[in-house]
C-alpha cells in the first residue's frame, strides 16, 4: 500500500476530504467526543454523501482494511490501522408531519432532529443527551429519556438505507431484505454502514420533568426511596436517579459546586398536577439543593440529564439488574458514597419497564427486555487517572453481580467490556446464533470489525 498514491485515488472518487495521518485536517476530522480512545486510523475519508461511503468501502475491502465508522464518538473503540468513515457532514433531517415520520442522514445528532420535529408538536425517541449521534444510538436499541411509554427507539424504525461489505447500497425494511432489519435493530454497526434512517415520531409537545439535586450525604435514603418509589409509578413516567461529583467549575450551579450530590431525573407525560402528586414521595425524602422539575418544552429535553456537552476523557462500564433492593443500596453507598473516595464522577440507574417490555412487531436483536434496571457508571479524568477508575470500576461491576442479570446493553458496553465474550454477553445465545449467520452472509471476512464486533468466524 502507498498511502499518498491511495489517498489520492480515493480523493479523486469522493466529494468529501480524504487525508493521511500528518495531514493539516486530520486530527481535526478525526475528533471524538471520547477523549481517552483517541482515532487514529490509517486513513480518513469525509464522507459527504451515500456514494462517498461507497468508495470508502470498496477500497477498504479491496485493500484487506477494516472499515470504522465516527460520527460523534460517544462509544467510539480505537480505529488505528483501519479506514475511518466520518458522517458528520451527512446531517439532513426531513420530517413528515402528516405520516408522524422523520428521515435522517448519518450525521445526526439527537438535538437536530428535536428541534426540528417540535415545529410540528412531534418528538423523537431520543438519547438523553442531546449531542449523541442518533444513528448509532438507534442501531444499538435506543433508551429514551421518555422510553417507558413508547418502547426502544430500533422498535420504531421503519426503514435502514445502508452501504454493506460488498460496497452495495440497500435499502432495508420488514418486507425487504427482512433478516438484516432485524440484525441491524440492535446489532449495532456490524453490517454495514448506515447512510440513512427513517422512523416513527410521537405527538410529544411538551412533557413534565427535570431533575431533583439531594445532597450526598443522603443518597442511600434517596436511592432507597426512588427504588421503593419506582414500582408503582405509570408508563408515562420515566426516571433515572444518578450520584455525581461534581467539579468546583463555574458552569457548575453555585449549589452543586465541587460536592457530592444524588440526583433524581424526572420525565413524565401527564398533567402538571398528576406530576406533582407522583413526585411527591420523592421531593419529601429530604431537603433538595435544586428542584428543576417543571412542564417543559420537549425540545428541552436534554437538560433533564444536562450531559457535558464538549468532548471529555472518560472510562465506562455497566450491567442489568434483575432489582433494585435495600441490600444493593448498601453495596452501591459502599462503593461510591459518601466518604468512600471514589474515583467515579457518574453512577446512574435508569428504571425499565414499560414499553420497554414489549416485544415489537417485527421483532428485533434488543434482547434486555425483562431487566428491570440500567446500572451505568463513569469516570472522566485523563490517562493518569484511568487505571485507578478501571480498577473501581471493575470493583463496582463486581460487587453489584448478586443483582446483575449478567447481560448488558450493547449502547452502554464500554471499551474494556468490547471484547467478543463481552459481546456474546449482550445477547441470549439463540439471537447471538442468528447474528453470527447473519453477520457471515453480509460482512464474510468481517470488514465491519472496529465496533462492538460480532465476528462471523466465532463458533456458537
Known amino acids: 500500500m502507498n498511502p499518498s498514491q491511495d489517498a489520492a485515488q480515493l480523493s479523486a472518487q469522493t466529494t468529501g476530504p480524504v487525508l493521511l495521518p500528518g495531514d493539516e485536517r486530520y486530527d481535526v476530522e478525526c475528533a471524538s467526543y471520547n477523549l481517552a480512545i483517541p482515532q487514529r486510523p490509517a486513513l480518513v475519508v469525509g464522507a459527504a454523501n451515500a456514494g462517498d461511503v461507497q468508495v470508502a468501502v470498496r477500497f477498504a475491502a479491496e485493500r484487506g482494511l477494516p472499515v470504522a465508522v465516527l460520527a460523534t464518538g460517544h462509544s467510539a473503540l480505537p480505529s488505528a490501522g483501519a479506514l475511518l468513515i466520518t458522517t458528520r457532514r451527512m446531517d439532513g433531517v426531513i420530517i413528515d408531519a402528516e405520516a408522524r415520520t422523520a428521515r435522517i442522514e448519518a450525521g445526526v445528532r439527537w438535538q437536530q432532529v428535536v428541534d426540528a420535529a417540535a415545529t410540528h408538536g412531534l418528538a423523537p425517541l431520543n438519547g438523553a443527551a442531546p449531542t449523541v449521534g442518533a444513528v448509532s444510538y438507534t442501531l444499538g436499541g435506543g433508551l429514551s429519556p421518555i422510553g ?17 461489505a460488498d460496497g452495495e447500497l440497500r435499502r432495508v425494511t420488514a418486507t425487504d431484505e427482512p433478516e438484516l432489519f432485524w440484525a441491524l435493530r440492535g446489532g449495532k454497526g456490524n453490517f454495514g454502514v448506515v447512510t440513512a434512517l427513517e422512523f416513527a415520531l410521537f405527538p410529544v409537545s411538551q412533557l413534565y420533568g427535570g431533575g431533583l439535586f439531594f445532597p450526598g450525604e443522603r443518597a442511600g435514603e434517596v436511592l432507597t426511596a426512588w427504588g421503593r418509589w419506582t414500582a408503582g409509578v405509570p408508563d ?29 431525573r424526572i420525565a413524565y407525560l401527564g398533567t402538571a398536577e398528576e ?6 414521595p420523592l421531593r ?14 420537549y425540545r428541552a429535553v436534554g437538560s433533564i440529564h444536562a450531559d457535558p456537552p464538549t468532548p471529555i476523557p472518560f472510562v465506562d462500564r455497566s450491567a442489568l439488574l434483575r432489582e433494585f433492593t435495600p441490600d444493593l443500596v448498601d453495596t452501591i453507598i459502599a462503593q461510591v458514597g459518601p466518604g468512600t473516595g471514589s474515583p467515579l464522577t457518574v453512577l446512574e440507574i435508569r428504571h425499565l419497564g414499560g414499553a420497554l417490555d414489549r416485544r415489537p412487531e417485527p421483532g428485533n436483536a434488543i434482547d434486555l427486555r425483562g ?33 446483575s442479570t449478567g447481560g448488558r446493553f450493547v449502547n452502554f458496553l464500554g471499551a474494556s467490556d468490547a471484547t467478543a465474550e463481552g459481546v456474546a454477553a449482550v445477547y441470549p445465545p439463540e439471537t447471538y446464533r442468528r447474528l453470527v449467520a447473519i453477520k457471515r452472509g453480509y460482512d464474510p471476512t468481517n470488514v465491519f470489525r472496529v465496533n462492538h464486533n460480532i465476528n462471523p468466524d466465532r463458533g456458537v
Open 275 to 280: 406530576g406533582e402528586r407522583l413526585i411527591a
Open 371 to 403: 431487566a428491570a434496571f440500567t446500572l451505568y457508571a463513569v469516570a472522566i479524568g485523563g490517562p493518569d487517572q484511568a487505571e485507578a477508575a478501571q480498577q473501581q470500576l471493575t470493583r463496582l461491576i463486581q460487587a453489584v453481580r448478586p443483582w
Open 284 to 297: 419529601a425524602i429530604a431537603p433538595t439543593l435544586i428542584d428543576s422539575v417543571t412542564v417543559m418544552p
Open 236 to 264: 408515562e413516567l420515566t426516571s433515572s436517579v444518578a450520584l455525581l461529583r461534581l467539579p468546583p467549575a463555574p458552569e457548575v450551579p453555585e449549589p452543586l459546586r465541587g460536592r457530592l450530590v444524588a440526583h433524581v
Open 148 to 164: 417507558r411509554t413508547f418502547g426502544f427507539a430500533a422498535d420504531h424504525v421503519h426503514l435502514i438505507e445502508l452501504v454493506t
